[in-house]
């Protein structure tokens, strides 16, 4: 693949998208023939489970049939023998129990005699039977799923942490995906691009992705954020009071009831996650700006050229102040009214270096971005801060770039095989569309970043936001405080490093909460003030600190027999993740 082969960035998937099918194909079936399982057999095995399970579905349905049928007997006998009760009572009642009483009740009571007996001696008995015969299929589909574990157990043993990185690496020659987010490349975006730790502590950093794209680096990144919010507490109060009411000729006691509300404010703490790509690149380093998505998704092309017509005096409006008041940067529109429309950007610093960096080109292809709604449209946010460019994209909010080999793990080697490659076409799909803005601009293609001599020593093995990731790996319970009521913001804190290993202690931040009542003084239609109580909770912070040990650990290490990545080692839970390993220390 030549350097030149992304230029047309939404012509080049096209072209990639089939290919990296082929390559995700031919990574699995090459994992099946290492694996040396037989798939026929499986296949077998899968076909007799499913047979099993339909038969298992239609005696379902049948002993639901039966159910219903024993409700319906059930509700008629409880009717009859309302019958039979209500001829006795009426008649004795009325001192008229004649002939016809006494044939009619005789007659209820001994339909219901007979329903009984028939729930009783058959119904009851079809029921039972049939529930022998589900439990019976239960645990012949539990055995056959078994045996479709252990035929595939050699197949599921093999998956690891970077198979989706491999086969995009092979893809797209011209895209690195790391094995793990190394200390070299941490450095090397701190002091190149200016890259800041990750050290907010209501930020805590559960997934990392680093890489390259023509050698220019990039950090795809998932924080778990978490922030204070206002929320309602609402109580209510009733109150009665009785008045006396003057009417013409007299006056009455009337007695009323009222319902008092009151809400009352509190402070709660809110999580959300949020994904972002980070690029590095020096081209344009001193421009900021920032976008984020237009309504072109929603309209059609007539409703986009009235929508551009319109915003063109707008744009004329922008020119006209800025003209007016001369002081600071001066806002220079583009000659492309669609490209302003659409891609607004009007908080550019440096209009020099923004027609740098969006020449024609880099402004045809952001277009065809933003205006064609396969797969996902205009969805981004772009965020230049000089030599750093922040991308943040709807669609990546929901999709999985974690790709734990558990996940995989599969009885059925055919479903086996569609979710691996689904899977894989969809992790391309996804992040090829989060660096898409990235790639649309040729100028970034064809900035070289220029050598930067690495260190043979780093003050830490793993770099901070490796640190952070396994410390989200480790079973939440072993972390957060005994008392914390709510989930669990973790921050980490490097310690020292003695040899290939760094000694990092984790801070877990939540909160205990507290219930309260707050009486809320309420004024009534009776004339007086009511305390009305509202219940509401308190969030008291709360932290415990863990040690956890961090390693490069470069022996292959696949948990996938237990189904898991973690071990218990002794006393410790030990991690393993894409190349790295973390004990937690007691």
């Known amino acids: 693949m030549n350097e030149d082969a992304l230029l047309e960035p939404r012509k080049a998937y096209e072209e990639m998208c089939d290919l990296h099918r082929q390559n995700s194909e031919k990574f699995f079936d090459d994992l099946v023939m290492k694996s040396g399982i037989s798939v026929e057999e499986n296949k077998k095995t899968i076909a007799e489970y499913k047979n099993i399970c339909k038969q298992y579905t239609l005696e379902t349905k049948e002993n639901n049939k039966i159910k219903n049928i024993r409700r319906l007997i059930l509700f008629l006998i409880i009717l009859f023998l309302i019958f039979f009760f209500l001829f006795l009572f009426f008649g004795f009642m009325n001192q008229s129990i004649n002939v016809l ?55 599921n043993e093999l998956y690891d942490w970077n198979m989706h990185t491999k086969i995009i690496n092979e893809t ?37 992705q680093s890489g390259s794209i023509l050698g220019n680096p990039f950090l795809l990144q998932k924080n778990f954020i978490q922030s204070m919010e206002k929320v309602p507490y609402t109580g209510s109060l009733t109150i009665t009071w009785s008045e006396m009411v003057h009417e013409k000729d007299r006056t009455r006691m009337v007695h009323r009831s009222q319902t008092l509300m009151a809400t009352i404010w509190k402070d709660a703490p809110t999580y959300t996650t949020e ?11 001193h421009l900021t700006f920032s976008r984020a998505p237009s309504q072109s998704n929603t309209m059609s092309e007539k409703e986009m050229e009235k ?23 001066q806002f220079t529109r583009l000659a492309n009214e669609k490209f302003e429309a659409l ?24 277009l065809d971005l933003i205006t064609t709604k396969e797969p996902y449209g205009d969805d981004f946010y772009f965020i230049k801060d000089l030599k750093l460019n922040y991308i943040k994209t709807k669609h990546a909010q929901y999709h999985d770039y974690i790709g734990s080999p558990k996940s995989f793990m599969d009885y059925d080697y055919e479903h086996a095989r569609h979710h691996f490659i689904d899977y894989n076409v969809h992790y391309f799909q996804s992040l090829f569309f989060d660096l898409a803005p990235l790639i649309s601009i040729p100028l970034y293609q064809q900035t070289k ?22 410390a ?9 405080h005994p008392s914390s009521g ?42 007086k003030y009511h305390h009305v109580p509202v219940h509401y909770k308190e969030f008291i912070p709360v932290l415990k600190d863990s040690k956890i040990i961090v390693k490069n650990y470069k022996k292959d290490v696949n948990d996938n027999k237990n189904g898991n990545t973690s071990q218990k080692n002794n006393k410790n839970v030990t991690i393993y993740e894409r190349g790295l390993a973390a004990f937690l220390q007691k």
């Open 172 to 208: 797209i020659p011209l895209l690195h995906l790391d094995e793990n987010f190394h200390v070299e490349r941490y450095q090397y975006m701190v002091e190149k691009y200016g890259l800041k730790d990750n050290n907010d502590p209501k930020k805590s950093t559960v997934f990392v």
């Open 449 to 470: 970043t220029t050598e930067y001599i690495y260190k043979e020593e780093y003050k830490s093995n793993v770099s901070s936001y490796e640190h952070e990731v396994l």
């Open 486 to 527: 709510t989930k669990v913001i973790l921050k980490t804190e490097f310690l020292n490093k003695e040899e290939d290993e760094d000694q990092v202690l984790v801070h877990a931040y939540s909160f205990r909460v507290e219930d309260h009542v707050q009486h809320v003084s309420v004024f009534g239609q009776d004339g």
């Open 472 to 480: 989200n790996s480790f079973p939440i319970n072993l972390l957060k």
């Open 307 to 329: 929508y551009v017509k319109s915003f063109d005096k707008k744009l004329d409006k922008m020119v006209q102040k800025d003209m007016d008041d001369p002081i600071g940067e």
């Open 275 to 285: 994904t972002w790509l980070i690029y590095g690149n020096e081209a344009a380093p």
């Open 101 to 155: 009483h006494i044939v009619l009740s005789a007659s209820f009571l001994a339909i219901g005699i007979v329903l009984i007996c028939l729930v009783r001696n058959k119904i009851n008995k079809m029921i039972s039977g049939k529930n022998l015969i589900l439990k019976k299929l239960e645990s012949q589909m539990q055995q056959k799923k078994n045996e479709g574990y252990k035929q595939l157990q050699p197949l």
């Open 343 to 366: 891609f607004q950007a009007f908080d550019r610093n440096d209009e020099m270096e923004f027609r740098l960096l969006f020449t024609p080109l880099a402004q045809k292809n952001m």
